[in-house]
């Protein structure tokens, strides 16, 4: 039984709206950290603007999506193919909008993530050349579906010839994206740890746990989507409604998570320092070690947990 667009539309609309909810609590709290727990004289003020950024954005997507569903159950739901025709045609101005704002909204978080590989990386250019590259490639797919979108007959639905290539390629590109430049951020960390104490997580194992698990639950989501969407089904009506939030959700979380961890830490680290009187004590020649080697990664790593 073919799932009906109106009913997709509606599950998607529900858990996009309590997600948005989560959204909203972690981003306070992503900012509190941006904002107030940063370790350096100045907050990471790009970083700040890409928190505001996807705030606005996701909330003109919902304000969107609750426009057509407002539309289509009550403006228009005596029309000709009621609610389901209304919420099909693709060439209506609000979905072209809605789906320009969803581009942007990737197009900024997969930005975002490359910052950060760029700063894990120890600023190195050549490093992001290649996920830059792809960053372009996927800019161009953006640009070109909306442009298509736009100009599709009314009749015209998502699983259009003229705009299907697009999704497809789009959503591929942003998804193998966010494969590559978590797992060079993953080795960056793992590798600079070893160097420094010869074992490949050590203390760094909390962080890259929750890089790992940030950039899984964005991709998974956006593999479902692009499995719905392939397989000409309308529950990607749904998960396009799940991923835009989810975006979201995982930067925050990101930030809030590493803040947490560094918090929890400092109060273990300064009584392991300490002895049996409460006197500190010298550090340990492997603690010195630690600190000279991964001095360079620290810093990217305050850059990339948003605090530097």
Not at 92 to 98: G, H, L, P, T
Not at 276 to 293: D, K, L, N
Request: glycine share 4%; charged share 10%; hydrophobic share 50%.
């Amino acid at each position: 039984m073919t799932l009906p667009v109106d009913t997709a539309v509606l599950a998607g609309l529900f858990a996009s709206s309590i997600l948005y909810g989560m959204f909203v609590v972690l981003l306070v709290a992503c900012l509190y950290v941006l904002l107030y727990q940063q370790k350096t004289k100045q907050p990471n003020y790009l970083l700040i603007v890409a928190s505001y950024t996807m705030l606005i954005v996701n909330t003109i997507i919902l304000g969107l999506s609750f426009s057509r569903v407002l539309d289509a159950f009550i403006q228009v739901r005596d029309a000709p193919g009621g609610p389901s025709g209304y919420l099909g045609i693709l060439s209506q101005w609000k979905e072209v909008a809605r789906t320009s704002f969803c581009s942007f909204y990737i197009f900024v978080a997969d930005l975002t993530l490359i910052y950060r590989c760029w700063i894990v990386w120890s600023r190195s250019f050549l490093i992001i050349a290649l996920p830059i590259a792809i960053h372009v490639a996927y800019t161009v797919m953006s640009c070109l579906l909306n442009i298509n979108m736009a100009h599709l007959p009314q009749d015209a639905n998502v699983f259009d010839p003229e705009v299907r290539t697009w999704i497809i390629a789009a959503l591929s590109i942003s998804l193998g994206q966010n494969v590559i430049v978590t797992g060079l951020i993953v080795f960056k960390i793992l590798s600079v740890n070893y160097r420094a104490t010869g074992k490949r997580l050590g203390s760094l194992k909390s962080t890259v746990v929750t890089i790992v698990e940030s950039g899984a639950i964005y991709s998974i989501t956006v593999f479902v989507y692009l499995m719905t969407y392939a397989c000409s089904s309308n529950s990607q009506y749904t998960m396009i409604d799940i991923l835009n939030p989810i975006i979201g959700i995982t930067y925050s979380l990101l930030v809030v998570r590493v803040a947490m961890r560094q918090s929890a830490s400092s109060p273990e680290k300064a009584l392991e320092m300490s002895d049996h009187h409460g006197q500190r004590a010298p550090p340990p020649v492997a603690i010195e070690v630690q600190s000279t080697g991964v001095a360079e990664l620290s810093d990217s790593v305050s850059d990339f947990e948003a605090t530097k």
